[in-house]
């Protein structure tokens, strides 16, 4: 991360959170905003995927320890007027502030400007991190929707990564290829505006660029703007993956730092509803409509499946609506081998009477009056209201 984006970005406005929220509070947030605009559910959204960018960069920073407090010491740094090199705040007016030879214009009166500036924040926050040993990269949490069936049958899926990439369109400019950016006429590119109040010197980002320094007129079709896009990575989904699943990839997220082990890619896989089939762990499930006469007399009835041929199940005679009928190693597969069952619930379909052909009718009411038992009778008596 750079000095600039530790200056002009406010990533805790970004993601929604104080700045004293805790850990736990800042992965919360972003895992909240990441499912709402991840691109897979946002697509062909610009707005949307910008943002997403957006609070990817934020959790990155906020998510590690000690780059939250060098971001944090930064921002405290240049929003109180005090700069690295001094002790303390110098004397309004003095040098360092917007008196003679001093920093109030942010301009190069006294042979110091804000690239001066910056290039000793850098400096600072590299003497600050020398002489530590390696350090293991962060994690990366990403998000992947698949179908039902590819569910049961696993793949090979393309995952998108936050964080981002050079765009390879505009090679990383942010214009439209022919084109080029140019430099903001009102902060001169250097992407914060200065002010001189109470002696002190105060610096905002820049409302015309905000904050880049530079105008894109034509924007990269492909990362509107913002010379990056998000990295792509294929894993392995395996057979039997279940919706909201989170997957470790290990070794798969952000590169390690002086030689430390990279991070790891923790994806939530999606899995879409099936319009027939349902899931309750390892089982699948089914509602199989059946005849009057097949709960009745019983039948040999055949059921769809997702590989392609209809399986036959038995429906014991005197079957009532509601009721499961089990086909074992014939549901989800297992991690450890096998698979789980088939449930299939039967549900007694009763057809309208304009269904009924007069001997149909003729034959109900036939069978009403060789069976004239009242099967309320007895719920009716419990309550004492026959």
Known sequence: MSVRDMVEKDYYAALGVPKDAPAADIKKAYRKLARELHP???PGDAKAEARFKEISEAYDVLSDERRRREYDEARALFQSGRFPGGSGVPNPGGPGFGGPGGYGGFGTQ???NLDDLLGGFGDMFQRSSQGRGPRRGTDIEAEVTISFEKSLTGLEATVRIPGAATCATCNGVGSRPGTMPRTCPVCRGLGVISRSQGGFALSEPCRECRGVGQIIEHPCPDCQGSGRRAREQRIRIP??????QRLKVRGRGSPGERGGSPGDLE?????????VFGREGPNLTITLPITFSEATLGASVKVPTLDGAPLTVKVPPGTSSGRRLRAKGRGVPKTDGGH?????TVEVTVPKPSDLSPKARTALQEFALAHPG???EALLEQFGQI
């Open 40 to 42: 897979d559910k946002n």
């Open 110 to 112: 006294g042979g110091v």
């Open 239 to 244: 057979a039997g993956v279940a919706d909201a």
């Open 267 to 275: 994806v939530t896989v999606h899995v879409q509803p099936h319009p």
């Open 340 to 344: 789980g069952d088939l449930i299939v």
């Open 374 to 376: 009242d099967p309320r």
